[in-house]
């Protein structure tokens, strides 16, 4: 429908019921208006996968690898088809909106949710997010570029006040949102932070550069509840606040347009941006809501979801180990807790509940299933909170199937509603008329003897007990409004008890609710801790004994998750110790780094090869076998320049001074910041190796450009190896002489080729104008300033093969 008609429907429509558009109806849903032909539309999060309205373990969905794996591919195609898989995962689950991609930037090494960000780079965030969103919106599913803008950390997020000049917000962090208007997206989510002393859910940046000077012609939603005013964001460019139906706008946004405080008019510009996308999302006069029979992954999407996995590996070490030759295997040892429990996907509001999730361990054992021994050694605890009870460990005490009972009570301890589920971890329960308190039960068949640790999560009054012992009895009070704390990761507070290994307890956990703070409730458990002398011992002794060794090392849970910045970058627990010990025992020691950011890796020069996997999604285990036994080289990239330890980082800052974040780095993060500070990191922006080695035989680079055109670096490069691989060849700029600050160094642009053995090609990389032009803030626009640039081509920001001059005119 075109805005005529567009414009039609609203004039059918009374204030009143125009206003009930533009909040929520309820959680995930905008509200529907039958008399126009509006139905409601579907929200839900991502970008690891497509939740649905409701936090189900029953209701299961494909896990894609984290939003920092995507950024790693640099393959614009693959995360294209990623983002086309999303979508069909959106029409199953009949979702319209996926609140996907995060377009924030590691800005600092501490981040919390650099999983859900793509990288360090305005650049390479831009074109990773950009191909995401063709892909979600290529099948008629919205996507929604967050967190506009300046939300790069998580320290008191929900008021921070973040401080950037002019020039800093347009080159580096707006940058990428300017990318997915270009790219077209349909949605931009404004954050809850400030801005130069502004919530973003009333800046002026929303009309200026967002709506005007790009043209954005979508709709600008809030975070949810990231609205607290009512006539300030109603005078905004802000066009849809969520969830509902409760909100700051309502009756009140129709009181103050009666008071003449915010215009009518810009009422309607909000509710005809809400009906553009409707009629995107086939919600707008149409009889068919897009909705497909729920069904399991196809064979082909996981084979999609296996090669991400291995398209995004970074190879950061490599002292020809890899790739393992299987036909030389006979015995070998896996090592680490993360090698049977891998982290997956980070903690927050992406998160999803998927089935079949492959761990590394299964996928070594699959590969060398009838060929080679594989010896599985845990090795010390790292140290993570105990895990929510599931089918794995428990029943349920009514039914006897495997998982736990959930009951709903009202004041009294009558049953309101009670069903058995899966898992522990129940974030939105069902609640009856007169809901008082939310109980989870189990029978728990200890395998092993010794000394248990339970927890219970939640706000309020909780209680819990085995059988009919109190462990816990008190009050936990929130000391956070953030919305992922509350209503995802709520805080767990643990106790101990000693357990008879196979004599079944009965463990009962109850939370009474508590107005305002959610229905999450967990109940989780965690078997004694071995002895780490004696498991670090165990694991040598592995080690030791095999032809190779494979150690997967990783964060906790709760170590890198929404709402949470990091205290620092160590692995934790006894990792760091057992890596060196096992790389002591057997030089030939592969170490896997299941993080979703960058952590210190004191030992990395003692291991044989070193494999980053990220979070790398439900095929984990399947895709990291196809990249150890070589039947897929790793393709990955650094997105995101990695430290030796936390003290060489020259940005860390994450949280603000009496409410306020200043930027004072300006341009400089990333690997401009360590080239300014003259350090040498552990590995640099772009960096990964492959399989095979590469020869940069010639560059061609025109002499001259005139300034506003985009011009072509021709790069000539051979596979000097025995085998085929896959290039990415990087461009970087520098202006020695400037009149303006600059960066050191910038990256420009990448392409890629692959190539057989002994074969050459030739790898094309266009550099855009906006690579070239600088936002001067005295004459409010762009500029490009005339006069000779230096280019950089290379594989990693400080990996340079070749440097020459474009004169720009």
């Known amino acids: 429908m075109d805005d005529e008609g567009i414009d039609r429907l609203i004039g059918m429509l009374s204030l009143e019921r125009k206003v009930r558009l533009l909040t929520g109806a309820t959680t995930w849903r905008t509200a529907g208006e039958p008399g126009i032909g509006l139905r409601e539309m579907v929200t839900s999060d991502g970008p690891a996968?497509?939740?649905?309205?409701?936090?189900?373990?029953?209701?299961?969905?494909?896990?894609?690898?984290?939003a920092s794996a995507l950024g790693a591919m640099w393959d614009e195609e693959l995360v294209e088809r990623l983002g086309r898989l999303l979508a069909t995962e959106a029409a199953r689950?009949?979702?319209?909106?996926?609140?996907?991609?995060?377009?924030?930037?590691?800005r600092s090494p501490l981040g919390g949710r650099h999983f859900e960000c793509f990288s360090e780079d305005p650049e390479l965030t831009g074109r990773t997010g950009a191909a995401l969103i063709r892909g979600i919106q290529a099948l008629g599913v919205a996507a929604t570029a967050k967190h506009y803008v300046g939300n790069d950390s998580e320290t008191d997020r929900l008021t921070v006040d973040v401080r950037a000049s002019e020039r800093t917000l347009r080159e580096v962090y707006l940058a990428p949102f300017e990318a997915a208007v270009e790219a077209g997206?349909?949605?931009?989510?404004?954050?809850?932070?400030?801005?130069?002393?502004?919530?973003?859910?009333?800046?002026?940046?929303?009309?200026?550069?967002?709506?005007?000077?790009?043209?954005?012609?979508?709709?600008?939603?809030s975070d949810w509840a990231a609205v607290r005013s009512t006539e300030e964001t109603g005078r905004a460019a802000l066009d849809l606040a969520m969830p509902g139906p409760d909100s700051r706008w309502g009756p009140s946004l129709v009181r103050v347009v009666k008071d003449g405080l915010v215009p009518e008019e810009a009422v309607d510009e909000k509710v005809r941006r809400l009906l553009r996308l409707a009629g995107r999302v086939g919600a707008l006069g149409s009889r068919d809501p897009r909705r497909v029979p729920a069904s399991g992954a196809s064979r082909d999407d996981r084979a999609l979801l296996r090669r991400a996995v291995s398209a995004g590996c970074v190879l950061l070490r490599n002292d020809a180990v890899l790739p393992l030759d299987r036909a030389g295997l006979s015995t070998v040892a896996v090592v680490g807790v993360h090698a049977a429990s891998p982290r997956v996907q980070g903690g927050g509001s992406a998160g999803v509940f998927c089935s079949g999730a492959v761990s590394p361990l299964a996928g070594i054992r699959a590969r060398l299933r009838g060929r080679a021994r594989v010896v599985y050694e845990p090795g010390p605890a790292p140290g993570a909170p105990p895990a929510p009870l599931g089918p794995d460990r428990c029943t349920d005490p009514v039914s006897g199937a495997p998982g736990v009972r959930l009951r709903v009570l009202d004041a009294a301890g009558r049953e309101l509603y009670a069903e058995h589920r899966l898992s522990g971890r129940q974030l939105e329960p069902d609640l009856p008329a007169g809901a008082h308190t939310v109980e989870i039960s189990a029978v728990l068949r200890p395998r092993r003897a010794g000394e248990w640790t339970f927890g219970v999560g939640g706000f309020?009054?909780?209680?819990?007990?085995?059988?009919?012992?109190?462990l816990l009895d008190g009050e936990f009070p929130a000391d956070t409004d953030d919305p992922a704390v509350v209503h995802v990761t709520p805080p767990v507070h643990t106790a101990r008890t000693v357990l008879t290994a196979a004599r079944p307890v009965r463990v009962v956990a109850r939370r009474e609710l508590v107005p305002g703070r959610g229905r999450a409730t967990v109940v989780a458990a965690a078997p004694p801790e071995p002895d780490p002398v004696t498991a670090l011992k165990d694991a040598v002794r592995a080690a030791r004994d095999a032809d190779i060794a494979i150690v997967v090392v990783g964060t906790t849970e709760h170590g890198e998750t929404e709402g949470h910045d990091r205290a620092g970058l160590s692995l934790g627990g006894h990792q760091d110790e057992l890596v060196r010990a096992v790389a002591a025992a057997n030089p030939r020691t592969v170490v896997v780094v299941n993080s979703g950011g960058p952590v210190e890796l004191p030992w990395h020069r003692e291991a044989g090869a070193v494999l980053l996997t990220w979070f790398p999604g439900q095929e984990a285990g399947a895709g990291l076998a196809d990249v150890l036994f070589g039947l897929a080289e790793p393709g990955g990239r650094l997105p995101t320049t990695w430290a030796a330890s936390l003290a060489d980082a020259p940005v860390t800052a994450t949280r603000p001074v009496d409410g306020r974040l200043d930027y004072t780095e300006g341009l400089h993060i990333g690997h401009r910041a360590w080239l300014r500070a003259g350090r040498e990191p552990a590995y640099w922006f772009g960096h990964g190796l492959g399989y095979t080695t590469w020869e940069y035989e010639a560059v061609e680079v025109p002499g001259r450009v005139t300034a506003g055109e985009p011009f072509t670096v021709r790069v000539t490069v051979r596979n000097t190896g025995s085998r085929a691989g896959r290039e990415v060849v990087q461009v970087y700029l520098s202006r020695p002489d400037s009149a303006v600050e600059r960066p050191e160094r910038w990256f420009a642009g990448y392409?890629?080729?692959?190539?057989?053995?002994?074969?050459?090609?030739?790898?094309?990389?266009?550099?855009?104008?906006?690579?070239?032009?600088?936002?001067?803030?005295?004459?409010?626009?762009?500029?490009?300033?005339?006069?000779?640039?230096?280019?950089?081509?290379?594989?990693?920001?400080?990996?340079?093969?070749w440097e020459g001059t474009v004169s720009i005119t």
């Open 751 to 801: 392409a890629t080729v692959r190539v057989e053995a002994g074969r050459t090609a030739s790898a094309e990389v266009v550099v855009g104008p906006r690579a070239l032009r600088h936002w001067s803030e005295a004459d409010r626009g762009w500029a490009t300033e005339p006069g000779p640039y230096r280019i950089t081509v290379g594989r990693s920001a400080g990996d340079t093969r």
């Open 460 to 470: 309020g009054r909780m209680t819990l007990t085995v059988d009919d012992r109190t």
């Open 49 to 66: 996968g497509v939740r649905g309205e409701a936090w189900d373990e029953r209701r299961t969905s494909l896990l894609l690898p984290s």
């Open 93 to 106: 689950k009949g979702v319209d909106v996926v609140l996907a991609p995060t377009l924030n930037l590691h």
């Open 185 to 221: 997206v349909w949605l931009v989510m404004a954050g809850y932070n400030a801005v130069s002393g502004t919530t973003m859910t009333a800046s002026p940046l929303l009309a200026e550069p967002l709506k005007g000077e790009w043209g954005f012609d979508g709709v600008a939603v």
